[in-house]
Structures are given as structure tokens and as C-alpha cells.
């Protein structure tokens, strides 16, 4: 195995489950990177943990991204937003993406490839929300089920895909997957996020789950929603 500076990465880490993923990496002696557009405001909560660096990212853009992977082992991405402030606009080519493209579109699709670009499989794993897709009558769940199909695809050798990523980007090359799974949580607020951190982090050391979309309910039973299983 390569060594790198840390075993795993928290994209957005500074809410209240990348606090808990944090704390449980810690105790388990992990070394382990938050990443945050604010470390000042967040550096308080982190200093006890001995195994946990913060860390201050300003954009979330192909170099940063690059430098974050090049440099871990395994990648948890947290990043998402509820709201739009700046919505897409397709008469104004200049702003014609919004912010839930940019965060819940291209940032994961930024990932995936500075993770294929800095090699070595590196393992990713993308939590979303239950009920993303890309046919959803909502703007936010629509971006989200895009951005799972960009990372799941990741997972998949090209030669036997056939085409590229989803949506246009760089070209997989064959042999240059990545280990991803993608992970659907229920609203926060009405789940338990000890139960929800512990998923997490079993998830990410199944390699069993890699090329999966999974999904979590409220009571924590897991089910595979790609690849679909038909029941005997």
C-alpha cells in the first residue's frame, strides 16, 4: 500500500455527522483530514482529537481536489446544500450553473476524476439522501441522483461501459476505476447519527459495496437499490 499522509478524508466535515464520523475515527486511531471553508470557525470542536487535522479549503476545485487525493487513502464526501441561492439560468450562458449543479453535480464529478488522476484506487464514498434521481420533479433531488450516477460509474471499468462518465468530463481510461459506493441517508434530523456514522464507516470498509448505491431508512436496514435484484 502506498503511503500517504491519511487514512481518511472528510469532504465537509464540520456538521453534526462529520463530527461524529471524526470522533469515531479518532478513537479508532485513524489518521484522519476535515475539510471545511471555515476551520477558524470550527477549530475548537476538532482540537481534542489527537488523530484528526482540520483543514481550510476555499474551493472545492480540481487542484484542491487533487491535492486532497493524491494524499489519502479513502474519501467520505459530505458536501451538499438544502437550499439554491443562485439557481441555473440557460438564457445566461455565464450562469447557467446553479448552485445545486455545482455542489451536487460537478463537485462530485471533480472528485472522481482527481481521484483517478492521483491512481493507486483510491476508495470514495459519496452520501446522498433518499429519494435523489435524475427523473425527481425536485431541482435538489434531481442534482443528487446525477451526481450518484457520475460516482457510481466511476466504479465501473470503462471498456465495459462503453462510453464516458455521465454528462460530458475527462475520459476513464481502462484499469482506472476507483472503489466508489454511494450512500442515500434519511433526513438527519429524525435519525440517529451514532447509528448513521457507524454505517458509514462499516460501508467504507466493505469492499463488497464498491459499484453500489445503497440506501439507509431510519431504523438502519440497508437495501441495494443499484445494481436492482430482482426478489425469487
Known sequence: MVNKSYDVTILGGTGRLGQRLAENLNKQELRTLV???????????????????????????????????????????????????????????????????????????????????????????????????????????????????????????????????????PKFVHGSQLQTTVLRLPDLSAVNLTMCASAILEILDDSRTIGQILEVDISNSRRVVYPYVRSA
Do not use: M
Open 35 to 169: 475539510t471545511t471553508r471555515d476551520a477558524d470557525k470550527y477549530r475548537q470542536l476538532f482540537q481534542n482529537w489527537e488523530h484528526v487535522q482540520l483543514h481550510q479549503v476555499d474551493q472545492y476545485d480540481s487542484v484542491n481536489l487533487f491535492d486532497i487525493c493524491k494524499d489519502t487513502h479513502s474519501v467520505i464526501n459530505l458536501i451538499h446544500i438544502q437550499k439554491e441561492g443562485r439557481r441555473s439560468r440557460i438564457d445566461f450562458p455565464p450562469a447557467r450553473r446553479g448552485d445545486f449543479e455545482e455542489v451536487l453535480i460537478e463537485l462530485p464529478r471533480r472528485l472522481v476524476h482527481a481521484g483517478q488522476k492521483a491512481g493507486n484506487h483510491i476508495r470514495v464514498l459519496h452520501v446522498s439522501c433518499v429519494g435523489a434521481s435524475p427523473l425527481s420533479s425536485s431541482a435538489r433531488l434531481r442534482a443528487q441522483g446525477l451526481g450518484e450516477i457520475i460516482v457510481r460509474e466511476s466504479s465501473e471499468d470503462a471498456d465495459k461501459l462503453g462510453h464516458l462518465t455521465y454528462l460530458n468530463g
